[in-house]
């Protein structure tokens, strides 16, 4: 079991690299905002949930290659921005953002020999935006259930498998899909890099993007974060869950030569 005080501190160095992403972000005029347990957090804690150990963010398809171009030039020291392209032993298809002052070991890789950075992390997902039709409703479902099948063991796969050539092909059919962000009566999805829930969202509840403070900060957020997290969560996410289903992803964490953020 993770310390409180210990997971806080790790937390902090997180919102330490999203300071630094939004900077970024905003020298370069790329479009970001928060998503999933990061979303809920600013929602219902206005911050971190408080037993979560990770950010999470997703960017429109055009924006994140930009940042996947010009990221590691732009970042400092204390972050690694870990691609498969950079590295090679990471066997997963989105970004992170990955910690140089602190260390995750997350459950599927407990007692593995790992080769990958361990730094703790910010995800950066693509999306994209799709004709909203029954048609590529079903196909975006079941590329994103064929896709966890085809990926690596992790927390969102338990049974995956590691097949990165049939699993491109499948992000790449998916890709074909894509449409300018300027259509109307379409869905913003998940590019398939990280296939979680297979959640979609109505473009004009998305755009333009709003803020909500998240530890004090204003950051961006979809412009109503209620119908996004609909989408997301089949459980009532305003209320806190039983203590039994508060879990944490990782199994410990470390600070590097005793730092604190």
Same mark, same amino acid.
């Given at each position: 079991m993770i310390k409180?005080? &210990?997971?806080?501190?790790?937390? &902090? /160095?997180?919102?330490?690299? &999203? *300071? #630094?992403?939004?900077? =970024?972000?905003?020298?370069?005029?790329?479009?970001?905002?928060?998503?999933?347990?990061? %979303?809920?957090?600013?929602v219902r804690h206005q911050g971190f949930i408080p037993w979560d150990d990770d950010i999470d963010i997703s960017m429109p398809l055009e924006d994140y290659l930009k940042f996947l171009e010009i990221g590691a030039n732009e970042l400092s020291d204390k972050i690694y921005l870990q691609a498969s392209q950079r590295d090679p032993d990471f066997k997963f298809d989105y970004i992170k953002l990955r910690s140089n002052q602190a260390s995750i070991v997350e459950f599927h890789e407990k007692d593995q020999s790992v080769n990958y950075h361990q730094g703790v992390f910010v995800d950066i997902f693509p999306m994209l935006n799709m004709d909203k039709t029954e048609e590529n409703l079903d196909f975006y479902k079941e590329s994103l259930k064929q896709i966890r099948e085809l990926s690596s063991i992790s927390l969102h796969t338990p049974n995956g498998l590691d097949k990165p050539k049939e699993r491109a092909e499948l992000v790449k059919a998916l890709k074909q899909k894509h449409l300018s962000w300027k259509q109307s009566n379409t869905v913003v999805i998940y590019g398939g890099?990280? !296939?979680? =829930?297979?959640?979609?969202?109505?473009?004009? #509840? =998305?755009?333009?993007?709003?803020? %909500? +403070?998240? #530890?004090? /900060?204003?950051?961006? =957020? !979809?412009?109503? !974060? +209620?119908?996004?997290?609909?989408? *997301?969560? @089949?459980?009532?996410?305003?209320?806190?869950? !039983?203590?039994?289903?508060?879990? /944490?992803?990782?199994?410990? *964490?470390? &600070? @590097?030569n005793g730092e604190l953020p």
């Open positions: 409180a005080d &210990l997971l806080r501190k790790a937390q &902090l /160095i997180m919102l330490d690299m &999203l *300071i #630094e992403f939004d900077a =970024v972000c905003k020298q370069h005029a790329l479009q970001y905002w928060l998503d999933s347990g990061t %979303l809920l957090g600013a890099e990280m !296939p979680d =829930v297979a959640a979609y969202f109505d473009l004009a #509840e =998305v755009f333009p993007l709003g803020t %909500l +403070s998240f #530890e004090g /900060i204003n950051f961006p =957020v !979809p412009k109503n !974060p +209620s119908h996004y997290l609909d989408a *997301i969560y @089949s459980f009532d996410y305003r209320q806190l869950p !039983p203590e039994n289903q508060r879990k /944490i992803h990782a199994h410990s *964490i470390t &600070l @590097s």
